[in-house]
């Protein structure tokens, strides 16, 4: 490419990368402001002062912290059951033999394709059954039993392992058990990080069942408690980007930390060009 | 190891899941499809009024209608936006340049941002005195609307904050550009193909699997589209906003009406069934997968 191509590229991707990433500066510089200084016209790009205390009292305004607890325990316990269900049943349709199992990998694959929106009416008749309405237990418990997708991901990877490791094993006298949690799940390691990075940004941005399932104040999540933040007539912009701010800085870490999981995990799930 | 072993042990493994699916997502469907012929508030005892809740909704419920095509015109409007952006930045981004990783990481970020937050800053962002659109727009001498307080103006500007959060689609893009082998080009290169014969004869054909999941995803997601809705307009002004889904939550949730909330979940369940199909069934027309070329 000619040096006038190049330089065009470049305005161009400096240009566009810049609208994509204003509302982000936008957002921490607002939450680093003192209240007088979010109105200011033209806006000050640089806050001054910078008030990282808005930080600490937005935090205590609201019960945050306890908000944070809950969404943690969740996260944590959702993670931990959807790794191991969903590569439970991932080595069961790719590493066994059974009849009708491709009858329910079929069934599987089809059932991606039922929506949250129309399981959570019955969902929640069924957990107020439980008297599971106002625990957590509604969002963490169904984790447990395995993820459509997160099975057919690992499934793609298992297949990938030769069998002959399989056949080893079991005449070194390993149970079939024994194979899965020994010999696979070590090697399958990185499709599993990349199920769990899955799972914690799912489960920490999650909004809509925590608005259904949840009412008592004390058991909210960050995004409940952001959003009931918004809705109270005393708070200033600046406190509510700051939550924003840290809102966001959990994705954003794992973000960084796993961006190759990510993107491995995109390419194993046989989308090729 | 005999049959019945086999069997068993398969079972075991995968019967996890045949339980959570039974549990948490098949009998709910079904559940879901049965007090939809009900009339049910939770609260008494559900009345089987058998197609009358889908009745009334075709016949005398313009909310219906107005959720439905807010959430169509958002889906053919966003969706193909997205796709376009995204397909175009990560073309830029495939180009062997310097730097390349760091505006990658730009591009991706905004979409690291959901839900509420998301919606948060964005109301920020587009507020009509002090937010940072319309002083941008007012060096362009426009006076920026009220975005969020104009029906004329609110659809679009969730369009717009749709458009900045598609980088998650850039990066499926950039693993299906990366896979075309560099072969491709320089033969038809020699062959004399422009740069622009190049990108639709190889680029576009080589990328359109990729193109396809990134349609079928956005299509769906358009549909199941609830939280800035929620958040950010509560539906309005003047219903501009109103998605489906925060229709069916606000009959079921706020109206008590379970059996009609659960008939228009059908409607959303067979109208997202029904486009997945579509599009996989006219796929073979127009997605190029390498392995089985045709003649």
Known sequence: ?273 | MNKMTRQFEGYSFIGLWIIGFMAFSLGPLLFSLIISFFKWSLLDKPVFIGLKNYIDMFKLDPLFWKSLKVTFTYAVVSVPLGLIVSLLLAILLNLKLKGMGIFRTLFYLPSVITGVAAAVLWMWVLQPDFGILNYFLSFLGIQGPDWLGDPNWALTSLIMMSVWGSGGGIVIFLAGLQNIPQLLYDVSSIDGATKFRQFRAITIPMITPSIFFNLIMGVIGAFRTFTQGYVMTNGGPLNSTYFYALYIYNKAFQDLQMGYAAALSWILFIIIAVLTLLVFKTSSSWVYYETERKG
């Open chain 1, 1 to 273: 490419m000619n040096i006038f191509g190049k330089s065009v590229t470049y305005a161009f991707l400096i240009i566009s990368s810049f609208v994509f990433i204003i509302p982000f500066i936008w957002m921490v510089s607002t939450s680093l402001k003192e209240p007088g200084a979010i109105f200011a016209f033209p806006p000050q790009w640089i806050p001054d002062p910078f008030l990282f205390q808005n930080y600490k009292s937005a935090w205590t305004i609201a019960p945050f912290q306890q908000f944070l607890e809950n969404t943690v325990t969740i996260v944590v316990l959702t993670t931990i059951g959807t790794v191991i269900s969903s590569s439970i049943v991932a080595f069961g349709f790719a590493r066994l033999v059974f009849r009708g199992r491709n009858v329910w990998f079929a069934i599987l694959l089809a059932s991606m394709m039922i929506p949250y929106e129309v399981t959570i009416i019955p969902l929640y008749v069924e957990f107020k059954l439980l008297g599971w309405i106002d625990t957590l237990r509604c969002l963490i418990v169904p984790s447990f039993f395995g993820a459509a997708f997160n099975i057919f991901l690992l499934r793609q990877y298992f297949l990938t392992i030769p069998y002959d490791l399989d056949e080893a094993a079991i005449i070194d006298g390993c149970s079939t058990f024994q194979v899965y949690w020994r010999i696979m799940l070590p090697i399958v390691a990185p499709a599993l990080v990349t199920v769990a990075i899955f799972q914690v940004m799912n489960a920490w941005t999650d909004f809509m069942g925590p608005l259904i399932f949840l009412n008592d104040q004390r058991n909210y999540t960050l995004t409940l408690g952001l959003n009931l933040f918004r809705n109270s007539y005393l708070t200033e912009w600046n406190n509510l980007m700051a939550i924003a701010s840290l809102v966001t800085v959990v994705p954003l870490i794992i973000f960084f930390i796993g961006q190759k999981y990510l993107i491995g995990g995109i390419a194993a799930s046989g989308i090729k060009g």
